[in-house]
């Protein structure tokens, strides 16, 4: 199923040009108290929302999708972990350009491991990207976004894809400059997902995807999921042997080669086989 959230928190299902809207089947999700889990509840229950869901298609209002304001499809990460330079070409262009390299080594992803990005920087396909220090690059890096299912620590390859729920597009908008990537990437509006989730039975096999992104219709980036270097399994090994996965982390995968910069008024499209595509726009403060 292609789940989205839009609207005024409204939870929908996507089918060709319309979202059905299926809120009701939050309600199956527990009432939670203080303190809040640190994981997103949805994904948390997401086997009996999806149930829940089947029951309400029949009947479910419809909107067109270009009537709707779509919202990250996850409400509540606990945290958005991103994997720097984890394409061989990007890092070959990261480490033959200063204005992304910023006179720092960049060192290959087996050594420097991940990242986080602050969960207050999340936004959907239908809000804009609102670019700060316009004096400075701004970059766009489109990125296969995994959102995990099931809670792991020192997760192995093996079990790996049993622990993804769902699969999005990521965008992780960065300022290039001297500061750690983990300020750098955490600004608001600087992570974007959308412009829905494909759970992981509908997406099967995400390890040979095409993707590509461009700005006001100029081709940027074009890539396929089998190049990255550390792969998903490998990935969530990974980050997994330095911390727990809660249900709704999301793993940013990494960029292909082709980052450049956007400034306000232009506007991002990206697109992923098998999930879709969105387009962003770019504004200033
Ligand atoms: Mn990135």
Known sequence: MRLC????????????????????????????????????PLIAHLDKVLGRIKTLLPDAPRKKLDQVKLLSPLANPGKLIAAPVNYLKHLEEARADSEIHNNSQVIEIQRIGLFLKATSSLIGAGEPVVVRHPDRRNDHEIELAIIIGKPGNNIRAAEAWDHIAAYTIGLDMTVRGPEERSLRKSIDTYSVLGPWMVTADEMGDASNLDFHLSVNGELRQKANTRDLVLDIPALIAYASSFYSLHPGD????????????????????VEFEKIGRMEVTVTSA
């Not at 999301?250 to 499209?269: A, C, M, R």
Request: negative net charge; aromatic residues 8%.
């Open 5 to 40: 959230r839009f609207d005024d928190d409204r939870l929908g299902i996507v089918e060709g040009e319309y979202i059905l809207d299926v809120t009701g089947a939050l309600d199956v999700i527990p009432a939670s108290t203080y303190p809040l889990p640190t994981h997103d």
């Open 250 to 269: 999301v793993i940013y995968t990494g960029t292909p080669e082709g980052v450049g910069p956007v400034k306000p008024g232009d506007v991002i499209s």
